[in-house]
């Protein structure tokens, strides 16, 4: 069994800032102050608020998880990546579906932005596999492709690894079978995350804290269990708990 601090822990969780703007965001922000968890933004938030907001949050502490999902020509990805660097975020992703060019170009923006800013810390890039919302059927008869959600998931974990990324966001399901697969040291990022007795929503590939733990995942993104609650500090404390 895992034995981890309160840090290290908190240290393990991505709080889903899914808000319309900064203003809604802020008082979960001041809830949730003092714990050392990190703080993922996403498009919605993002987009209306900006880089500024990003950059405020790095001002106040928060290691940042940057949730864009960059799918694009290797070119238009690159250019993104030195943007996304330059904002001193610690970690951001784009889809693995892009494939092994569009993948390596995200690291050469990083590179070239890294050398160029002085930045102190290199951003990890990880990949996008498959949506913890895709099911198999979603997965053969919509998106097109063939097999299991597993096995579309490793297909795109292992080419991430080929071109030189630092890891995947996949189920919590999926995490052993991709560590066997691209090594213990390449990352998993795993969304699907549901506290025992709290509501599945959209989500079709989940587990527990504890159990996404005990699976090995690095680290977990938790939203709406957090950031619906009554009272979030509580709710994350409580995630705290569980994992202790």
Same mark, same amino acid.
């Given at each position: 069994m895992i034995k981890l601090s309160r840090e290290e822990a908190a240290g393990r969780i991505m709080v889903a800032l899914d808000y319309p703007d900064a203003a809604a965001a802020e008082g979960l922000l001041r809830?949730? +102050?003092?714990?050392?968890?990190?703080m993922k933004v996403g498009m919605q938030l993002f987009y209306a608020a900006g880089p500024d907001f990003v950059a405020g949050l790095k001002e106040r502490g928060y290691r940042i998880f940057l949730d864009l999902k960059m799918h694009d020509i290797p070119n238009t990805v690159k250019g993104g990546a030195g943007s996304i660097t330059k904002l001193g975020v610690d970690?951001?992703?784009?889809?693995?579906?892009?494939?092994?060019?569009?993948?390596e170009a995200a690291l050469e923006g990083v590179?070239?932005?890294?050398d160029s800013a002085g930045s102190q810390k290199r951003p990890a890039v990880i990949a996008v596999t498959q949506l913890t919302s895709t099911s198999r059927l979603t997965l053969n008869e919509e998106i097109g492709i063939g097999g299991s959600v597993e096995d579309a998931v490793l297909r795109y974990a292992r080419i991430a690894k080929q071109a030189g990324l630092d890891g995947v966001v996949a189920s919590p399901q999926e995490v052993q079978s991709i560590k066997a697969a691209c090594g213990a040291a390449f990352q998993t990022?795993?969304?699907g995350i549901r506290p025992a007795g709290a509501d599945v929503n959209d989500q079709s590939r989940i587990m527990t804290p504890r159990e996404a733990l005990e699976a090995g995942t690095d680290y977990m993104v938790i939203g709406r269990p957090i950031t619906a609650a009554?009272?979030?500090? +509580?709710?994350? +404390?409580?995630i705290l708990r569980e994992m202790l």
């Open positions: 809830s949730l +102050e003092g714990i050392p968890c990190y970690i951001f992703n784009v889809h693995a579906a892009g494939g092994v060019r569009m993948m590179d070239a932005a890294f990022i795993t969304p009554p009272d979030p500090r +509580e709710a994350l +404390e409580s």
